[in-house]
């Protein structure tokens, strides 16, 4: 079983700054593909950002690109999103999802494991 637990959201004026962490269960924690998705109110979940395994490749929602970066700490079972130059419609909540297959999919349903989610806010 995997475990995913977010941290680091909060309240932020747009041009600011966020990292969100995900802290990962699993022995096998090194061979899944890692991603974050967003969901703001009444809106869908959206792909944000992901990463095969190996860290190549990885991608990205164009809303997002040049903006937000995926990392991973193997040492601390742990996936980041680096979040820059924030606006106003980056406000949702964001989770990490683990794939087992270790790929950078993009789409909420090939994502076995989910995490609860944290709170962006970007204020105007």
């Known amino acids: 079983q995997v475990q995913l637990v977010e941290s680091g959201g909060g309240l932020v004026q747009a041009g600011g700054s966020l990292r969100l962490s995900c802290a990962a269960s699993?022995?096998?924690?090194?061979?899944?593909?890692m991603a974050w998705f967003r969901q703001a109110p009444g809106k869908e979940r959206e792909f944000v950002a992901a990463?095969?395994?190996?860290?190549?490749?990885?991608h990205y929602a164009d809303s997002v690109k040049g903006r937000f970066t995926i990392s991973r700490d193997g040492a601390k079972n742990t996936v980041y999103l680096q979040m820059d130059s924030l606006k106003p419609e980056d406000t949702a909540v964001y989770y990490c999802?683990?794939?087992?297959?270790?790929?950078?999919?993009?789409?909420?349903?090939?994502?076995?494991?989910w995490g609860q989610g944290t709170q962006v806010t970007v204020s105007s």
């Open positions: 990463r095969a395994w190996s860290g190549w490749p990885t």
């Open positions: 999802a683990a794939n087992l297959y270790g790929r950078e999919w993009s789409t909420p349903a090939e994502y076995d494991y």
């Open positions: 699993g022995r096998t924690f090194s061979t899944y593909g």
